[in-house]
T-cell receptor, first 114, second 110 residues
């Protein structure tokens, strides 16, 4: 069964460094999302992406964050200058609106900012 | 906001018993979905029920939806240790973002 994949599974970085989290959505999906979950807290929406542009973003998704679909398969989340409070699990999800309304989630990337 | 609120916050039962979790929401929806998350891992989609459906089954899962009361329930029958996880409901319209509540933490005791 097709699945969303994410790399790396764990990323450790120094505060102020840039990180890029990578996702490969399910191949025929058209909508893409990033969510994050700080340890012990709720899963929070960051951004949605459709037709090569951001369709919605949350307050969390400030100028330090950007998303890109550089080719036909990858979907990336970049954090330009990481802060300690960016430490969290980051989940990518994709959706094929044509056949179903189900968002399929990847296994997540654990980001640790030191 | 289309956040669902799960109840109870925590549920602990013996293996083999049935587990029932409830979800309430506030806005009109096209469908409602249930997800499971094992301890900090990714979210796994369990089942989707559309607004014109009242009940749906999938294996040991049974979901009900009452749009007049804006509520849903998830029943897991014959629970197993592997069902230990957090469960979230996600009421939705279209391709909008999912808004998660705190979930129900289910513990199955051997």
């Amino acid at each position: 069964e097709p699945e969303v994949t994410q790399t790396p599974s764990h990323q450790v970085t120094q505060m102020g460094q840039e990180v890029i989290l990578r996702c490969v959505p399910i191949s025929n999906h058209l909508y893409f999302y990033w969510y994050r979950q700080i340890l012990g807290q709720k899963v929070e929406f960051l951004v949605s992406f459709y037709n090569n542009e951001i369709s919605e973003k949350s307050e969390i998704f400030d100028d330090q964050f950007s998303v890109e679909r550089p080719d036909g398969s990858n979907f990336t989340l970049k954090i330009r200058s990481t802060k300690l409070e960016d430490s969290a699990m980051y989940f990518c999800a994709s959706l094929d609106r044509e056949h179903a309304d189900t968002q399929y989630f990847g296994p997540g990337t654990r980001l640790t900012v030191l | 906001s289309q956040q669902g609120e799960e109840d109870p916050q925590a549920l602990s039962i013996q293996e083999g018993e049935n587990a029932t979790m409830n979800c309430s929401y506030k806005t009109s929806i096209n469908n409602l979905q249930w997800y499971r998350q094992n301890s900090g891992r990714g979210l796994v989609h369990l089942i989707l029920i559309r607004s014109n459906e009242r009940e749906k089954h999938s294996g040991r899962l049974r979901v009900t939806l009452d749009t007049s009361k804006k509520s849903s329930s998830l029943l897991i029958t014959a629970s197993r240790a592997a069902d230990t996880a957090s469960y979230f409901c996600a009421p939705r319209r279209g391709a909008q973002k999912l808004v998660f509540g705190q979930g129900t933490r289910l513990t199955i005791n051997p």
